[in-house]
């Protein structure tokens, strides 16, 4: 397919443009059938320009900020001013808390360089740091360590239709913040049943890591799949009905041999000739003879 002109600029690092364009270069040209294609990233991979061009390139997004890599969401940035404050202030947090507990050069060792910290000094300083705050006491949704990082800056909103200057919904706030987009808000209400139990939780896992749904609508499917199970009746009343219709262990006088219906149609079949039906022609002119 054409190639617009800015198309390969959407990538600021040298590596990344130089790779799309050979893989585009590659994959319109050089590939014959569906393995020459699978093959495309290995050879890439293995050119030795574009390996010394990955080992000085920046960063993407992905490795600082794992939410892509782990939906698969491409559509997502951050401001580096952001981020440089984020450890700007986790840096000053330490440093005030090193300086509480008083830790200077004269508690140096024998024969270490360096001063030393007990083990409860090293908690103190690590517990003030921003990213290992507790959630809970910031959203009672996620009470695990380290759940919420910095705000996607990914331009949002649209321009000339009836949705132009409305605000964005609570779950979108809350999602553009989100490391993993994990669906816990709806794990705590899991049927009873084990069986039904099972099959939510195996959904779950499924949904947290689909794409193409929008999270909305995993939350929806979630609950009702939870509510479906719910109404029903336990799962060991289904068991039973279908063990008595198709059991699994058959004992000894329980199988009986059958025929197919062709078998049966066809046992003791004759022929019976029509009284209205003509004689074949050889027949009749025998008894001319």
Same mark, same amino acid.
């Given at each position: 397919?054409?190639?617009?002109?800015?198309?390969?600029?959407?990538?600021?690092?040298?590596?990344c443009?130089?790779?799309?364009?050979?893989?585009?270069?590659?994959?319109?040209?050089?590939?014959?059938?569906?393995?020459?294609?699978?093959?495309?990233?290995?050879?890439l991979?293995?050119?030795?320009?574009?390996?010394? !061009?990955?080992?000085?390139?920046?960063?993407?997004?992905?490795?600082?900020?794992?939410?892509a890599?782990?939906?698969?969401?491409?559509?997502?940035s951050?401001?580096?001013?952001?981020r440089?404050?984020?450890?700007?202030?986790?840096?000053?947090h330490?440093l005030?808390?090193?300086?509480?507990?008083?830790?200077n050069?004269?508690?140096l +060792?024998?024969?270490?360089?360096?001063?030393?910290?007990?083990?409860?000094?090293v908690?103190?300083? !690590?517990?003030?740091?921003?990213?290992?705050?507790?959630?809970?006491?910031?959203?009672?949704?996620?009470?695990?360590?380290?759940?919420?990082?910095?705000?996607?800056?990914?331009?949002?909103?649209?321009?000339g239709?009836?949705?132009?200057?409305?605000?964005?919904?609570?779950?979108?706030?809350?999602?553009?913040?989100?490391?993993?987009?994990?669906?816990?808000?709806?794990?705590?209400?899991?049927?009873?049943?084990l069986k039904?139990?099972?099959?939510?939780?195996?959904?779950i896992?499924?949904?947290?890591?689909?794409?193409?749904?929008?999270?909305?609508?995993?939350?929806?499917?979630?609950?009702?799949?939870?509510?479906?199970?719910?109404?029903?009746?336990?799962?060991?009343?289904?068991?039973?009905?279908?063990?008595? +219709?198709?059991?699994?262990?058959?004992?000894?006088?329980?199988?009986?041999?059958?025929?197919?219906r062709?078998?049966?149609?066809?046992k003791?079949?004759?022929?019976?000739?029509?009284?209205?039906?003509?004689?074949?022609l050889?027949?009749? !002119?025998q008894?001319?003879?």
């Open positions: 397919r054409p190639v617009l002109v800015n198309e390969l600029t959407d990538h600021e690092n040298p590596y443009m130089k790779r799309e364009a050979l893989r585009r270069l590659v994959l319109h040209a050089c590939t014959r059938n569906c393995l020459d294609e699978t093959l495309t990233d290995t050879l991979d293995r050119r030795a320009d574009l390996q010394r !061009l990955r080992s000085k390139a920046r960063l993407p997004p992905e490795v600082l900020e794992p939410l890599a782990f939906v698969g969401i491409t559509r997502f951050f401001d580096r001013r952001a440089l404050n984020q450890k700007v202030t986790a840096v000053q330490a005030r808390q090193i300086s509480l507990d008083g830790v050069t004269a508690e +060792a024998e024969g270490q360089d360096e001063p030393t910290m007990d083990a409860e000094k908690e103190a300083v !690590l517990s003030v740091l921003p990213e290992n705050f507790p959630s809970d006491a910031l959203h009672p949704h996620h009470p695990f360590r380290n759940h919420f990082g910095f705000e996607s800056s990914v331009p949002y909103g649209v321009v239709s009836i949705s132009m200057g409305k605000g964005r919904k609570k779950i979108e706030k809350e999602l553009a913040r989100l490391r993993y987009p994990t669906l816990q808000r709806v794990a705590h209400s899991l049927p009873k049943d039904y139990r099972e099959s939510v939780a195996h959904a896992r499924v949904l947290e890591r689909s794409r193409g749904w929008d999270f909305e609508s995993k939350v929806k499917a979630v609950n009702a799949l939870v509510e479906v199970w719910n109404r029903l009746a336990p799962g060991r009343t289904y068991e039973k009905i279908l063990n008595h +219709a198709f059991p699994v262990f058959r004992g000894r006088g329980m199988v009986k041999k059958t025929r197919s062709a078998a049966v149609f066809n003791g079949l004759k022929y019976i000739r029509s009284l209205t039906t003509q004689k074949p050889h027949a009749r !002119l008894k001319k003879k």
